[in-house]
């Protein structure tokens, strides 16, 4: 595992000392890593600055050439990358494989974008007034500070650093310290592509130690941050001074939806996905499940089933289906959670503790509860954990009420088999993106991004790119 920071292109010890990786599973420590601290900061900060204006000029053609080599060596690495990501994530190996695959789709795909910015560089603009010529050009905003947590490492930083790195931007990332071991990789990834010195900096470390020096360096253009919403609002906070542009990809609190007329074998797999995947570690965690009365019991019937089938244990166990929480923190703050909803009045269906033959790591049961007050902390705030809230409703309209009535609103999910309803129902859902019928399928040529406290822009898609540039217009007298 790698343990130094990534600056200029070179490998440093940093400023910071060390800090723990742990394997989840165990609660053991299996690594260290070096942390940075103010003093890398202002050097990364540096090198990237001095890379930018080299960088910007590249065209889209030679960036696309860089980018494609990091998606290659992430191909070719795929398996290696996804057991470590299993053991310092803790997720079953099955869906490391899947977030290897998203990140170097994800770079390919933006070198795809990257080509055509060479014909987009000077693209005319009609204006009413016939003596007067106009083009418009995309630019990159400049020296990029990149914020990501631990709980889809090297996805997250891909979802960024790509895009960063079309546009033409240079880049100062700083992992999660948890487990920054698989996104220094991209590191030697960029050193074997032979990314120019300075493009792309990797800085693992706290808070305090990193985050916040980076995002309050004046010679930081953009702060693209991806975490919970009081780190995110601390953020948009540092980014008023200087006006930084922010991108903030923070919390949500999600509904399934689940009409009487739904295939409920099917719409039990769909809510079990949805919230037991990643450990239920996902902002985008379907935690609310509304379900038509009627259907109630026998959707609750299957999906208890479905939990209690679930094979927790270390990610790299191949009959793991539900691996462990990501950190020992994290733990405790779901079994507090599960803990104050019940003293607000909800009930355990299944679940609700620390698993009996797993006392050693950080387990949670696969919990399910009912009755939880709609103004309580379990039914409105985000858990990050597999913990379900079910709900019942009469009706359409009282169930969009209740999907809509959230302070997030990042994803949802229609469960119905009528076709026109499953259409009004997502036109009414107050969220970035909508499901039907499906898993919660996230391509990277679609946008990703929230409503309301979940956030503000959108990665992924074009709009990720443009989410790293500037516009000018360029208006002259038109030449006869």
Same mark, same amino acid.
């Given at each position: 595992?790698?343990?130094?920071?990534?600056?200029?292109g070179?490998?440093?010890?940093?400023?910071?000392?060390?800090?723990p990786?742990?394997?989840?599973?165990?609660?053991?420590?299996?690594?260290?890593?070096?942390?940075?601290?103010?003093e890398?900061?202002?050097?990364?900060?540096?090198?990237a600055?001095?890379?930018f204006?080299?960088?910007?000029?590249?065209?889209?053609?030679?960036?696309?050439?860089f980018?494609?080599?990091?998606?290659?060596g992430?191909?070719?690495k795929?398996e290696?990358?996804?057991?470590?990501?299993?053991?310092?994530?803790?997720?079953?190996?099955?869906?490391?494989?899947?977030?290897?695959?998203?990140? #170097?789709?994800t770079?390919?795909?933006?070198?795809?974008?990257?080509?055509?910015?060479?014909?987009?560089?000077?693209?005319?603009?009609?204006l009413?007034?016939?003596?007067?010529?106009?083009?418009?050009?995309?630019?990159?905003?400049?020296?990029?500070?990149?914020?990501?947590p631990?709980?889809?490492?090297?996805?997250?930083?891909?979802?960024k650093?790509?895009?960063?790195?079309?546009?033409?931007? #240079?880049?100062?990332?700083?992992?999660?310290?948890?487990?920054?071991?698989?996104?220094?990789?991209?590191?030697?990834?960029?050193?074997?592509?032979?990314l120019p010195?300075g493009?792309l900096?990797?800085?693992?470390?706290?808070?305090?130690?990193?985050?916040?020096?980076?995002?309050a360096?004046?010679?930081?253009?953009?702060?693209?941050f991806?975490?919970?919403n009081?780190?995110?609002?601390?953020?948009?906070?540092?980014?008023?001074?200087?006006?930084?542009?922010?991108?903030?990809?923070?919390?949500?609190?999600?509904?399934?939806?689940?009409?009487?007329? #739904?295939?409920?074998?099917?719409?039990?797999?769909?809510?079990?996905?949805?919230?037991?995947?990643?450990?239920?570690?996902?902002?985008?965690?379907?935690?609310?499940?509304?379900?038509?009365?009627?259907?109630?019991q026998?959707l609750?019937?299957?999906?208890?089933?479905?939990?209690?089938?679930?094979?927790?244990?270390?990610?790299?166990?191949?009959?793991?289906?539900?691996?462990?929480?990501?950190?020992?923190?994290?733990?405790?703050k779901?079994?507090?959670?599960?803990r104050?909803?019940l003293?607000?009045?909800?009930?355990?269906?299944?679940g609700?503790?620390?698993?009996?033959?797993?006392a050693?790591?950080?387990?949670?049961?696969?919990?399910?509860?009912?009755?939880?007050?709609?103004?309580?902390?379990?039914?409105?705030?985000e858990?990050?954990?597999?913990?379900?809230?079910?709900?019942?409703?009469?009706?359409e309209?009282?169930?969009?009420?209740?999907?809509?009535?959230?302070?997030?609103g990042?994803?949802?999910?229609?469960?119905?088999?009528?076709?026109?309803?499953?259409?009004?129902?997502a036109?009414?859902?107050?969220?970035g993106?909508?499901?039907?019928?499906?898993?919660?399928?996230?391509?990277?040529?679609?946008?990703?991004?929230g409503?309301?406290?979940?956030?503000?822009?959108?990665?992924?898609?074009?709009?990720g790119l443009?989410?790293f540039?500037?516009?000018?217009?360029?208006?002259?007298?038109r030449?006869?």
């Amino acid at each position: 595992m790698r343990d130094q920071l990534f600056i200029n292109g070179r490998w440093t010890a940093g400023t910071g000392g060390t800090l723990p990786v742990c394997d989840p599973a165990t609660g053991q420590i299996i690594h260290q890593v070096a942390a940075g601290g103010p003093e890398d900061v202002e050097a990364a900060v540096s090198a990237a600055a001095a890379a930018f204006p080299s960088w910007s000029r590249t065209s889209g053609a030679a960036r696309a050439a860089f980018l494609d080599a990091i998606a290659e060596g992430l191909r070719a690495k795929a398996e290696e990358l996804a057991r470590l990501s299993s053991r310092i994530n803790g997720k079953p190996l099955a869906e490391a494989r899947v977030d290897l695959a998203d990140s #170097a789709t994800t770079f390919a795909y933006y070198a795809g974008l990257a080509r055509k910015l060479d014909d987009q560089r000077n693209a005319p603009v009609e204006l009413a007034d016939p003596g007067f010529d106009a083009v418009l050009r995309r630019e990159p905003v400049g020296v990029a500070a990149l914020i990501t947590p631990w709980n889809f490492p090297l996805v997250t930083s891909a979802w960024k650093v790509a895009p960063a790195l079309a546009a033409g931007c #240079a880049v100062v990332l700083k992992p999660s310290e948890i487990t920054a071991p698989l996104d220094l990789e991209l590191g030697a990834l960029a050193q074997e592509a032979g990314l120019p010195p300075g493009v792309l900096n990797i800085l693992p470390g706290t808070g305090d130690s990193v985050g916040t020096p980076l995002c309050a360096h004046p010679k930081i253009a953009k702060i693209s941050f991806t975490g919970s919403n009081a780190v995110g609002e601390r953020v948009m906070a540092a980014a008023a001074r200087g006006t930084k542009r922010v991108s903030l990809e923070l919390g949500g609190k999600s509904a399934i939806v689940v009409f009487a007329d #739904a295939d409920l074998d099917h719409a039990a797999e769909l809510a079990a996905s949805g919230i037991f995947t990643n450990a239920g570690q996902m902002c985008s965690a379907t935690g609310r499940l509304l379900v038509e009365a009627s259907v109630m019991q026998p959707l609750l019937d299957r999906l208890t089933a479905l939990a209690r089938g679930l094979r927790l244990g270390p990610g790299l166990e191949p009959e793991t289906t539900m691996g462990p929480l990501t950190t020992r923190a994290q733990r405790d703050k779901v079994l507090a959670a599960i803990r104050q909803g019940l003293a607000d009045g909800a009930t355990i269906v299944t679940g609700g503790g620390v698993p009996a033959d797993r006392a050693e790591g950080w387990f949670v049961e696969p919990t399910i509860l009912t009755g939880a007050p709609l103004d309580s902390a379990l039914w409105r705030e985000e858990i990050f954990g597999p913990v379900l809230c079910v709900q019942p409703f009469a009706d359409e309209e009282e169930a969009v009420r209740l999907a809509n009535d959230s302070d997030f609103g990042l994803v949802a999910t229609v469960v119905t088999g009528d076709d026109a309803r499953a259409e009004r129902v997502a036109a009414a859902l107050e969220v970035g993106v909508v499901w039907i019928d499906c898993p919660q399928m996230v391509f990277v040529e679609a946008s990703w991004g929230g409503w309301r406290r979940s956030g503000v822009g959108r990665e992924l898609g074009p709009w990720g790119l443009a989410a790293f540039q500037e516009i000018k217009h360029v208006v002259r007298p038109r030449r006869v």
